[in-house]
């Protein structure tokens, strides 16, 4: 079975928030939410509300034992997606997660005209996107409030339509995140660009090659400026660019819809421009992220895990930290097992750009280091104001003091239940991690924040042996939306 999402007909408004169960079938009734089964749906471009509160009911003590499958990575997933704005041929892309930021961009998408094609059942991981008619070069606030990422469409709807409306992002949980390397990028290739009323208004008739040198490496202005220099007239060459996989997995999409790229996974990219991309059909990269949280969750918990689905060597600087601290790995090609029966030593980290320690990794090492023997410096070197979790996991009985952009860990602290709120995606996963160490029952509030980017994690998590169940409320306030978040 699929569905087909259409360009909207009527302007949004709290009314078109519909419940549905994936065949358009309305559900406005009480909403238990056992399982993923039942999925929200937000028509037109309309927003979570923040009533919907999810809550996670998790017991700790039990290993983790089995194998859990790694889910397609979100955040190759969504400049993916942006990606099909290039080209009015379809694009299709498998592999794609089934969590709330791709169901965000979805709408996105359609907003601005473009058919997206959803597949359930076995086939519920792959989407077709057509931006054959797209009429609204626009993504609006209530989106991009939602989602950072959203501000990927700049670059491709510039050099498609010529023109874009995106909306500024503002600050965020976890620092203020400006956009400018990406505005300055695409003035450098030709576009002029007025920023009022909150949004940045972009135009250019066509983008012409540049030389772009980032002042700062930055994953999705890479992303951003190679997808708008593959249909710039001329040689674009890029300095100091983001060296993660995902721009990488980016950059072999682009190729299969016939960008011309050179020298993606190094500082250095270099793309002459065609006049024409096509159609193409592309796998998404596993999610280094999700199987880096199960590993530490694994190694916490005592418990021996194999991750399917994974590519290990994404997963480099994690694996050497986790060596050092004792943690025993066996790597396969698209595998990994993890086991831990010994004793945990502390090990510093410091966070980094790719092949660095991930930013989005710290929380959940973070849990690792109250754990470990010896007192660990967490040193996070991305975002500014990253350690919102340190406060909830003190609160489960950590020992953790901040200062600036140093959290120092005191380990062998056992934790103990409580309730606790997440504040941001890779937060909310650390305190999964530490309710499954933790003495008796957490609950965790606020897991709208882990559904943005972990597929089912509960479901996954009890499959191997967690106590972990979803308790929802549904209280219809439509005022309030989602804070942003990584
Ligand atoms: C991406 C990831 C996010 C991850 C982050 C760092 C996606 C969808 N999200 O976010 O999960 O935590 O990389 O690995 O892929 N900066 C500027 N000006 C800019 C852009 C960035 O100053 O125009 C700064 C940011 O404030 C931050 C640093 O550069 O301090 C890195 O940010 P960036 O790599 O852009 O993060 P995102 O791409 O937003």
Known sequence: MKIVSKPPTVQPTSANLMLSNGSGQDLKKPVTRSSRAVRIDFVNGATAPESLMDKFVIRGGNPLVGSVRISGAKNAALPAMAAAILTDEPVILENIPDVRDIQTERNLLVSMGAEVELGYGRASHRTTISCSNLVNPQAAYDLVKTMRASTLVLGPLVARMGRARVSQPGGCAIGARPIDLHIKGLE?????????????????????????????????????????????????????????????????LLTKMGARIEGAGTHTIRIQGVDKLHGARHRIIPDRIEAGTFVIAAVLTGGDLTLTNCDPSHLGALIQKLEECGVSITPAADSLRVTNGHQLEAADVSTEEYPGFPTDMQAQYMVLATQAQGTSIITENIFENRFMHAQELARMGANIRVEGSRAIVRGKTPLSSAAVQCSDLRASASLVIAALVADGETILDRVYHIDRGYERIEEKLKGVGAQIRRIGEFLPKRTATPSVVA
């Open 188 to 252: 450098k290739l030709g576009a002029s660009i007025t920023q009022e009323h909150g949004y940045i208004e972009a135009q250019a008739e066509r983008l012409h090659g540049g030389h772009i040198t980032f002042d700062k490496i930055t994953v999705t202005g890479t992303e951003d400026l190679m997808m708008a220099a593959t249909l710039a007239q001329g040689e674009t060459i890029m300095e100091n660019c983001a060296r993660e996989p995902e721009v990488n997995d980016l950059a072999a």
